[in-house]
């Protein structure tokens, strides 16, 4: 168990529907990364959060968005789904902005019908 | 721009074997090079880091490579065992703007260890 929560662990949705995932990184962790997982792909960044604040963007679509709340929990929302869409989305956290090890979690699965 | 290249796509070898994991990347100005073992349905765990103030690190059968200069890294995995099967991600910190810790991930290599 790495500490870092993800929910919904799985989630069916239509086309053009719009979601949240939700991820709470390990107690005392200020940064959060969202990472997706496309079938036989590998980690695509999508962006970082810092306290707070947006910290570092990756090949994130317009459709989609982040935030951090005060309390450091993030939430990625994704809308106008389309079926390329339907991915693993993985959260991680760090204590701070310095490198080193990436907390995973177990990550969100989700099919865009 | 930020690019990991990781090669062999799929790798697989009889137990015992050695197996030998390659990846190159963009940014000269990454220090940081750490990689994630996931196995089928799991999350990513990092199974060994190194920086570019060294150049080789171990840990019992694995063992990672740094050539700086060439921009490439290594994983070495010795006498495998069934259980190292899995999907191995290699990565490089992703400098960009400056210091935030984000890694840009290999598209990774998927080692069967045959019995």
């Known amino acids: 168990d790495s500490g870092v929560t993800q929910t919904p662990k799985h989630l069916i949705t239509a086309t053009g529907q719009r979601v949240t995932l939700r991820c709470s990184p390990r107690?005392?962790?200020?940064?959060v990364y969202w990472y997706q997982q496309s079938l036989d792909q590998g980690l695509q960044f999508l962006i970082q959060?810092?306290?707070?604040?947006?910290?570092a963007k990756g090949n994130i679509l317009e459709r989609f968005s982040a935030q951090q709340f005060p309390d450091l929990h993030s939430e990625l929302n994704l809308s106008s789904l389309e079926l390329g869409d339907s991915a693993l989305y993985f959260c991680a956290s760090t204590p701070t902005v310095n490198t080193g090890e990436l907390f995973f979690g177990e990550g969100s699965r989700l099919t865009v019908l | 721009g930020e690019n990991v290249e990781q090669h062999p796509s799929t790798l697989s070898v009889q137990e015992g074997d050695s197996a030998v994991i390659k990846c190159t990347y963009s940014d000269s100005a990454s220090n940081y090079f750490p990689w994630y073992k996931q196995e089928l349905g799991k999350r990513p765990q990092l199974i060994i880091d190194i920086r570019s103030n060294v150049g080789e690190k171990k840990d019992q059968r694995i063992a990672v490579t740094l050539n700086k200069t060439a921009k490439h890294f290594s994983l070495h995995i010795t006498e495998t065992q069934p259980e190292d099967s899995a999907v191995y991600f290699c990565?490089?910190?992703?400098?960009?703007?400056?210091?935030?810790?984000?890694?840009?991930f290999g598209q990774g290599t998927t080692l069967q260890v045959k019995p």
């Open positions: 990565a490089a910190e992703g400098r960009g703007s400056g210091n935030t810790g984000k890694l840009i």
């Open positions: 959060y810092y306290n707070g604040e947006e910290r």
């Open positions: 107690s005392g962790d200020l940064s």
